[in-house]
C-alpha cells in the first residue's frame, strides 16, 4: 500500500484543483468541472472561487456564463446546497442526485410540512409543470403550483422559506435558478432555460462518474469523506467507491486508510516542491471537501476558526495546500483593504506571496490593494 503524508496529501490536492498553478484563461468551465460545481450559497465567493483558479478571470466571467452564455446553471446539488455545475453535465448530476435519499424521510415531512411523500411528489411534478416553458418568481410559483394542484396550502408550501420543498424538483432535473428580478429569484425549468433536450445518464454510470470527479479532485479521501461531501451515508459512499473496482484503490496517509484513483497513484509523490500560497474565499470547494479531517491540515486546534456556527466556512489563507490561516477583505471606494491573519508569526516569503496573491484580488475587483499582514490580531 503507497504510504503517504498529510503534507503530500494536501500538496496533490491543491495541485489538482488549479492551487498550485492557475489554469489558462479561458478554462472557467474546465475547473467548475474539476471541482465538481462552484459552491454558491454566497455568489461572490463562487466568483473569487473561480478567479483564485483561473487566470486572468474576468469580474464578471461567471455571471456571463450564468446568465448570458447559459453554459452554467445555478441549482441545488451536493448536500442540498447551491452550487453552479457546467450545463452540458447537468445530465450526470440529475442521475446521480435523483437517487438521493436525503429528502426522502416521510417523517420529517410531516412535521415540517404536514405532507407525505405522495404529496411531496404531486407538488414536485406541479412545480415543473408551471415552469416548463416559464421563468417564474418564488411568488407566481406559489401561484401556479395552487392552480395546478387545486390546493391552496401545497401552494403555500412551495414557496416556503429556504428553498427546501424545491429541492427535489432541483434533484431530479425539473428546476433551476433564471435570472433574479432585484432582490427576488426566479426558477425555471433546466430544458426551458438551457433550449436543448439535456438528455439522461444511467443512474449507475451517473454514480461512478461523480465518484470519479471526487476522488481525482478530493482524493486521497476517505469513504466518510466522500459522504460528508456528497450528503449520503456512509453505507452508500462504501458502495460507489467499491462499485469502481480495479479504478480505485487505497493508500495510508500517516495510519489513515484512504481512495485514490489508481492512475493518480503514480503522479501523488511527484508535485513540484515549490511553495504554493492561495487566498481563498469563504465556502471554498477546497475546504468543504477536507471537512471530515481538517485538523491534519491546521497548525494546532484551530477547526473552529475555519468551520464556524450555522455552517459558515470563513476564508482561507492556504500554504501548500494546508490551511495556515484566515482573511478578509472590504471594498473602501476606489481601494480594497485585505487584511490577512496567519496562525502563527508566518514567514517572509508566505508574507510576501499573500501579498501577491491580495494584488491579484485587487485587480479582479478593479481596485486599489490596501494589505494589512496582522498575525497579532485577535481573531474573532
Known amino acids: 500500500m503507497l504510504k503517504l503524508t498529510w503534507a503530500d496529501a494536501a500538496r496533490w490536492r491543491a495541485r489538482q484543483q488549479y492551487l498550485y498553478k492557475r489554469a489558462p484563461a479561458g478554462s472557467l468551465l474546465k475547473v467548475a468541472s474539476r471541482l465538481c460545481g462552484l459552491h454558491a450559497q454566497v455568489m461572490s465567493s463562487a466568483e473569487l472561487m473561480a478567479s483564485a483558479r483561473v487566470e486572468r478571470l474576468g469580474q464578471r466571467a461567471v455571471q456571463k456564463a450564468l446568465w448570458h452564455d447559459r453554459t452554467l446553471v445555478k441549482t441545488w446539488a451536493m448536500r442540498g446546497t447551491l452550487h453552479l455545475l457546467p450545463s452540458t453535465e447537468l445530465p450526470m448530476w440529475h442521475a446521480a442526485l435523483g437517487i438521493s435519499r436525503r429528502y426522502l424521510h416521510e417523517k420529517a415531512w410531516q412535521n415540517n410540512f404536514g405532507i407525505d411523500l405522495a404529496e411531496l411528489e404531486q407538488i414536485t411534478e406541479a412545480v415543473a409543470t408551471a415552469l416548463t416553458g416559464c421563468v417564474l418568481t418564488r411568488e407566481e410559483l406559489m401561484a401556479e403550483v395552487a392552480r395546478i394542484t387545486g390546493s391552496a396550502n401545497f401552494g403555500k408550501i412551495a414557496g416556503s422559506s429556504w428553498g427546501t420543498i424545491l429541492k427535489p424538483a432541483a434533484f431530479s432535473g425539473r428546476l433551476c435558478f433564471a435570472t433574479s428580478v432585484g432582490t427576488r429569484v426566479r426558477f425555471t425549468n433546466p430544458g426551458s432555460w438551457l433550449e436543448a433536450e439535456l438528455g439522461s445518464m444511467p443512474v449507475e454510470a451517473a454514480t461512478a462518474e461523480v465518484t470519479r470527479r471526487f476522488l481525482t479532485a478530493y482524493g486521497p479521501a476517505t469513504v466518510r469523506d466522500l459522504a460528508r461531501w456528497w450528503g449520503a451515508s456512509m453505507r452508500t459512499a462504501r458502495q460507489w467507491i467499491t462499485e469502481l473496482g480495479d479504478e480505485a484503490c487505497t493508500v495510508e496517509v500517516e495510519g489513515t486508510t484512504a481512495w485514490m484513483m489508481v492512475r493518480d497513484t503514480c503522479k501523488v509523490l511527484d508535485v513540484a516542491t ?107
Open 274 to 380: 515549490e511553495h504554493s500560497v492561495r487566498l481563498l474565499p469563504g465556502f471554498d470547494q477546497y475546504v468543504i471537501g477536507a471537512s471530515a479531517h481538517a485538523e491534519r491540515l491546521l497548525p494546532g486546534v484551530l477547526r473552529g476558526l475555519i468551520y464556524r456556527p450555522q455552517g459558515w466556512v470563513s476564508p482561507v489563507l492556504l500554504v501548500n495546500g494546508r490551511m495556515e490561516g484566515v482573511w478578509r477583505h472590504e471594498v473602501k471606494g476606489r481601494r480594497v483593504e485585505v487584511s490577512v491573519q496567519p496562525f502563527g508569526k508566518g514567514t517572509a516569503w508566505m508574507r510576501r506571496a499573500a501579498k501577491e496573491e491580495a494584488a491579484h484580488l485587487a485587480t479582479f475587483l478593479g481596485r486599489e490593494l490596501e494589505f494589512v499582514w496582522n498575525p497579532n490580531e485577535l481573531i474573532n
